[in-house]
């Protein structure tokens, strides 16, 4: 069973930073596909960035590119967003997920995950 734990929220004024981590429960951790998404009550999970495993590049959404900043560390099965630059749109909960099989065209797709953390609340405030 893999399991993925996020950490790192919080609130922060305007133009603050935050770094959210996930540490995933699984072996092979260097073969998988991680990924932060963010969900609002009145919005469907979107996507925020995705980083591919064994080097496969990262992605992000329009929105949060060149203020967040996703990597990974295998040695410690971790994954971390930087997010710089905060905007009160921001607001939300960040899921961590994880999944072993997805083709690149996938990575920005929730419903082709196959793990998901808690979620952990950012709110972005003046």
């Known amino acids: 069973q893999v399991q993925l734990v996020e950490s790192g929220g919080g609130s922060v004024q305007i133009g603050g930073s935050l770094t959210l981590s996930c540490v995933a429960s699984?072996?092979?951790?260097?073969?998988?596909?991680l990924g932060w998404f963010r969900q609002t009550p009145t919005k469907e999970r979107e996507f925020v960035a995705a980083?591919?495993?064994?080097?496969?590049?990262?992605f992000y959404a329009d929105s949060v590119k060149g203020r967040f900043t996703i990597s990974r560390d295998n040695a410690k099965n971790a994954v971390t967003l930087q997010m710089n630059n905060l905007r009160p749109e921001d607001t939300a909960i960040y899921y961590c997920?994880?999944?072993?099989?997805?083709?690149?065209?996938?990575?920005?797709?929730?419903?082709?995950?196959?793990?998901w953390g808690q979620g952990t609340q950012v709110t972005v405030s003046s």
């Open positions: 980083i591919r495993g064994n080097g496969g590049g990262t």
């Open positions: 699984v072996s092979a951790f260097r073969r998988y596909t």
């Open positions: 997920a994880a999944d072993q099989h997805l083709i690149q065209s996938s990575v920005r797709r929730y419903d082709q995950y196959d793990y």
